[in-house]
């Protein structure tokens, strides 16, 4: 049973050098801005003319990457099919929407829909 757990997370995983790089060059030094910013920002209203003009440069940015997956897909994403991503799209969008303006509601609804279609397609 051990064996077939090894190489499940083997498989699943990859490469374990490649995984450490990206928790020590990517995570970590990105997590000390994060709480940088969270204990500067504390007191920060909510509505105030800085925090809606930042929510709109990172839905803005968020927007930029969904077109340029769309429309030239990088790597293992360019074998989905066209309207399996453009469907993916939508859903996130429609989730979106119903789930009054939640953008981790959209994007992890459009990353179901893609995951479950590829799955399905084999």
Same mark, same amino acid.
């Given at each position: 049973?051990?064996? %077939? ?21 990517? %995570?970590?030094?990105? #997590?000390? =801005?994060?709480?940088?910013?969270? =204990? +500067?920002?504390?007191?920060?209203? #909510?509505?105030? #003319?800085? /925090? !809606?003009?930042?929510?709109? !440069?990172?839905? *803005? $940015? +968020? *927007?930029?990457?969904?077109?340029? $997956?769309? !429309? ?11 309207? +399996? ?7 996130? %969008?429609?989730? %979106?929407? !119903?789930?009054?303006?939640?953008? /981790? ?6 990353? /179901?829909?893609?995951? *479950?279609?590829?799955? =399905?397609?084999?």
């Amino acid at each position: 049973m051990s064996d %077939f757990l090894a190489h499940f997370l083997g498989h699943f995983l990859g490469d374990w050098n490649a995984l450490l790089v990206l928790l020590i060059a990517g %995570f970590l030094p990105n #997590e000390v =801005w994060r709480m940088l910013g969270l =204990w +500067l920002g504390g007191g920060v209203n #909510e509505g105030s #003319e800085l /925090l !809606v003009w930042v929510r709109a !440069v990172a839905t *803005a $940015i +968020l *927007a930029g990457v969904i077109a340029q $997956i769309l !429309v030239q897909p990088p790597g293992a994403l360019a074998s989905v099919p066209d309207w +399996l991503r453009y469907a993916a799209v939508a859903a996130g %969008f429609a989730a %979106f929407l !119903v789930t009054r303006r939640s953008t /981790l509601a959209g994007v992890v609804c459009g990353e /179901l829909v893609m995951l *479950a279609g590829k799955w =399905w397609l084999g």
